[in-house]
């Protein structure tokens, strides 16, 4: 399980970060429509229809626990998935593009909600063999409404690209193709891009690496942040790539659970 958390203090303008994500073995797996058990962390859809997350992990690379709850409570469920790719092999789903989340953590003490936002990816097989490299964007507008736009390359070099409203109905509208931006590249000259009418301003790097950022834009025309990744999947492949991941991702053999 993937956890990252940030904060940036009143009027500052550097965000502190936590970030933990282990690999473990098949062993400490288990899984049901209702559930997913990933070691000592879980999540479950409730007899209420809302997801609650359970989570016990340690960040890294300096060791430090995160543990408590997260209860999201779904809004808008348009209920449609769409495919990645010709074939079909890789789908993604907006599962509710509109949410509610509430944190509550003993480690660190730290208690908040406020907006969410859940979606699902899910394939046959391992990315980088039918994708070179995408990038993804959220955006909340007004009336209840989220603006997402999720753009690929495929491995034979020709693209394909979701640019969608939801409104508070669930009701999904493509919209044309706005113009494509460059961004400036992260600090491991990762090159990223996205599209808007106008150039969007890049607010803050939350996370950077070798082949994945994750950005906050703002829209200079509607006012709105985006939440922003970029992913080169030809870099993930990489050898000095693939020897690092276990500094970021460390591994546990079963029954290594905490």
Do not use: K
């Amino acid at each position: 399980m993937n956890l990252s958390l940030y904060r940036c203090p009143p009027g500052g303008a550097r965000y502190a970060r936590m970030w933990a994500m282990t690999e473990r073995s098949e062993q400490a797996l288990q899984c049901s429509q209702q559930h997913l058990q990933i070691g000592p962390s879980r999540l479950a859809w409730g007899a209420d229809g809302d997801l609650h997350i359970d989570f016990d992990e340690w960040t890294c690379p300096w060791p430090r626990r995160l543990r408590g709850h997260i209860h999201l409570q779904t809004q808008v469920l348009p209920g449609q998935d769409f495919a990645l790719d010709d074939a079909g092999l890789h789908r993604w789903q907006p599962i509710s593009p509109r949410a509610r989340i509430e944190l509550d953590l003993n480690a660190p003490r730290l208690r908040w909600q406020g907006e969410a936002y859940l979606d699902a990816n899910r394939g046959e097989r391992p990315l980088e063999r039918d994708f070179n490299a995408w990038s993804w964007s959220r955006s909340a507008l007004s009336g209840q409404r989220s603006r997402l736009l999720y753009e690929l390359q495929t491995r034979d070099g020709t693209g394909r690209a979701l640019t969608l409203d939801i409104d508070a109905d669930g009701r999904i509208e493509s919209r044309p193709l706005p113009p494509r931006w460059d961004l400036p590249a992260t600090r491991w000259g990762l090159p990223r891009s996205s599209r808007a009418e106008q150039p969007p301003e890049l607010l803050a790097t939350l996370e950077s690496g070798p082949f994945y950022s994750r950005s906050l834009l703002r829209d200079p025309l509607e006012g709105t942040v985006a939440v922003h990744e970029s992913l080169s999947l030809q870099r993930f492949s990489q050898p000095w790539v693939q020897a690092m991941l276990p500094f970021r991702m460390p591994r546990r053999a079963a029954g290594r659970n905490a």
